[in-house]
């Protein structure tokens, strides 16, 4: 993203590019999941996010971009996947409120609620090896480099860099929330399923022909 | 991949029909995939339902009928089912007296299961659920997701169903439904693993001469891998660590030597004869049992075995009628 | 070969032990390898035994006990049992009214039950014989082994089982065991081969991407080869051949999906949602059904369909209380 | 055999060399009943050979040797083979009769009348593709080599040769009797495991040591 502020446009692409993102990267998600998990996380991420793509254009503010996101995930992903990334974009969605776009900072606001959303429902802390080892340092990121005002794109870059720091060192840990966790000692030496994904929401937010 | 389907996105939607037309137990409602008893238990009564994954059948659906389960959820290959379906079932099968949820505990399936109950107490539906975690293959602690549920699920959604059928209340049936979950242990090996249809190969390879012990039921690998053993010795891999986590003796127990989806029931068969020679001689006395494959994991080759450390009430509860595709006596 | 066995030798009588002690319907004697319903038929009525190589369960000794069969003799791997144990079981399950022989038509079975027969009649007691030979896939003709006996054996043992317990007259039920046998048809289809546990590997190799048309259910290949379809063109193969064989239209239909082993029950309901629809569209009306493992080829992967044309007094002995380890309802 | 008897030590050493090649050919024998059958032509004929020596020193003569032969390979073999085997030693039994020897003519009686039995049993013709097809042109030239008066070596020789002839010709042949007619078509093209079997009965005639 170029400009400071997102649209709702530009904010039913990112999720548009997620989808995208995803499809592309189905069958990896899944070899990931394989290993340590039940091989199901790229159809599971790839059926959902197909299904909110065809959503966008129905909304007329984020809130509604957000909660609709939200919803058609949990309502069509199942497993663990779809109610914690449910829950990411319905908190969204609530946080965002009844706008047409987001400032930085009132972006960042809205994505940590719905990471607050998602621990909660989760139960889950740092180094678990979850999804949430990519998105809490990448939202640390975000914040840190808009606080010292360095302005949106360059968050957006210093927060995938950090999604992608988070989920490269989940490759060590030994699982302790979700399904991995059941391998114990095994689940070690794995990149997580759930990280992987969470970064391409982060990769997502730039635009590539921009 | 070597499967009777059409198309892997299509495999639960065409069994889901095959279901419908064989089963005169159960109606389904395709749109969200819940499965109904087709005459549904007198208005008054608790009513009961599960769900989770597609791929381990005959559960939850083959267990939907007189005397078990009023609904259960189908959700996609080993992926649990959404809130939206449990409310949906949640609603339809409440006749006023509450409903039991029966969860097996994955982190999908407790996170749908709770999201869906939030929705139904919304709507002023008593609900109450109740989980299964007895998979001793997995260590339990406070820091982690806890134990798998396995096995048990089925013996507890026979009792419970029982117990719903004579008239408890919802208390009732929950504390006999928590009693025997907090009863049960299960224990689960490998001789191959698992395909799921979008995923199209085996989950993880398993060698010629190699088995897994400590599996669950969706393909994942166990808690480690050794070379094949004979029957003896695997059935001591899995009753030893189910004694030494609950004590069996002095009560009545129920015993299932269940298989994965792909093993014959000549090796289950023998698999229980290895199994009761064991327990006998730990003092074990099962009074009750199951042979067959109820709890799958697609076209594994393994087995599990699950004990039940049951009580008077729970073997009068077993023995009471029941009518589903997957459990029938008494009529 | 992987496998759930202590060693090749011993997989029956292990797997033997297994079976009396998870069945209490029936009791075992080990050195005759004869599975007999642990309380007797009351004296005076018409007992009847099947029996053939193992490997099929739970064929024929899952179908031991109440309203189905006396005794089930248990041959050697997907070998006939031998004329001495038929006597036995012949000898001990007659009460004077005669005995009934269930065979299926395979060339050892048949020598083996003729035997069994000669030396019964020698002894006195009456006896009667009905051949199943059901399987389209083979051609009659006068100069071969004739069609081989599948599918339909566990129809007929159900259906006469509950003529015997009813008290008709030797006679009586050998019309009714002869009516199923010629109103009975059966096609089956492979994905793989099974492994017999003293062979080792494979009876057959069956590529990635291939199946087998037209087979039996001891691991011989089939009547051709030819590469995966979808379970929709896999049903037609299976319907097709049957319906050209022998008119299924006005009459009520008995249909069985049946399962090799290996194949999980996901895909057993598939087949039977694909079965009913071609059958619907067909004209014919299936008014029972069975969908599971009943007849199985060790761990083979594949299925097999048969059609029952049945008429009301087929309806009502299938409908009569059942109580063995394989099929049970009524009781 | 060399000399122009044999006798009850002979006929029970036939059997014993009969197990033996039976062992030592089993998988052989399962790899042909593999193609064509059902994979347990070695180890039903191995089972019940090893049998039959258990019980070779009871007979005291002929008729009872062949007759507990073929009652356990009756009682062990089961399948095909097993009345099809069993009804050829009883009925060679009968034929023989309570003696201590046999020449050759009396030996080739003695085998008539059991083959006669066993294709009775199994109600089979010549060209069925099965043991029948070794046996019968086997029992012709011992036949034939006797009525030449060329003694009872030289008969063997010539039964053997014709037994391995009958067994080869098997190969092309349709199969229309017993598991392997079931294939149609597809049975051509393989040697008949009973066939092949039948053939080491011939061969245990000769005694390697001899
Ligand atoms: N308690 C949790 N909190 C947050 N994320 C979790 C939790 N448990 C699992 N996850 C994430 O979910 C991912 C697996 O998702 P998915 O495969 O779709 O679901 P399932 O495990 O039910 O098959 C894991 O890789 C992990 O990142
Ligand atoms: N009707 C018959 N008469 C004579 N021999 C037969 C007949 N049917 C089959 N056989 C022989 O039996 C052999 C197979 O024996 P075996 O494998 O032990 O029995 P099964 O076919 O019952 O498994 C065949 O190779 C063939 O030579
Ligand atoms: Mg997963
Ligand atoms: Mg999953
Ligand atoms: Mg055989
Ligand atoms: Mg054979």
Known sequence: MSADELTLDQLADWLRRFAELIAANKDYLTDLDSAIGDADHGANMARGTAAVVTHLDDATTVDALFKKAGMTLVGTVGGTSGPLYGTLFMKMGMSAGSVTELDGPAFARAFRAGLDGLIARGRTELNDKTMVDAMAPALDALDAVLAAGSGLPAAIAAAQAAAAAGRDATTPLVARKGRASYLGERSAGHMDPGATSATLLFDALTDPAA | ?331
Chains 1, 4 share one sequence.
């Open chain 2, 1 to 331: 991949m070597k499967k009777l389907i059409n198309s892997p996105d299509d495999v639960i939607t065409d069994a889901l029909k095959g279901i419908e037309a064989s089963d005169g137990n159960v109606r389904v409602d395709h749109e969200n995939r819940v499965i109904y008893r087709s005459a549904p238990k007198e208005a008054g009564k608790v009513a009961i339902i599960s769900g989770g994954g597609s791929g381990h059948e005959p559960m939850h659906g083959g267990f939907v009928g007189y005397g078990m389960l009023d609904a259960a959820c189908a959700g996609q290959m080993f992926t649990s089912p959404t809130p939206d379906q449990m409310l949906a079932a949640t609603t339809t099968v409440d006749s006023g007296a509450g409903v039991l949820h029966i969860v097996k505990n994955y982190t999908g399936d407790v996170m749908n299961f709770e999201m869906a109950a939030e929705l139904a107490a919304d709507a002023g539906i008593e609900v109450t659920t109740v989980l299964v975690e007895d998979d001793v293959a997995v260590q339990d602690s406070l820091y982690t997701a806890g134990r798998r549920g396995v096995g048990t699920t089925v013996l507890l959604e026979k009792i419970v169903g029982a117990a719903a059928e004579e008239g408890m209340t919802l208390a009732e049936v929950t504390a006999v439904a928590q009693r025997v979950s907090d009863n049960g242990r299960s224990m689960g090996m490998a001789l191959t693993s698992c395909t799921v249809p979008a995923a199209g190969r085996p989950t993880f390879d398993l060698p010629e001469g190699e088995m897994e012990i400590g599996i669950g039921i969706h393909g994942e690998p166990g808690r480690h891998r050794e070379p094949i053993a004979d029957a003896k010795s695997i059935a001591k891999q899995l009753v030893d660590p189910i004694l030494a986590d609950l004590d069996f003796t002095g009560a009545p127990v129920i015993a299932m030597v269940n298989g994965m989806g792909g093993t014959p029931l000549i090796e289950l068969y023998l698999m229980y004869g290895e199994v009761i020679e064991l327990l006998g001689a730990a003092g074990v006395t099962v009074e009750r049992n199951l042979v067959g494959n109820y709890i799958t994991s697609l076209d594994m080759a393994g087995c599990s075995l699950t004990l039940l450390r049951a009580d008077d009430e729970m073997i009068r509860l077993w023995d009471s009628p029941v009518q589903t595709a997957g459990l029938r006596w008494g009529r």
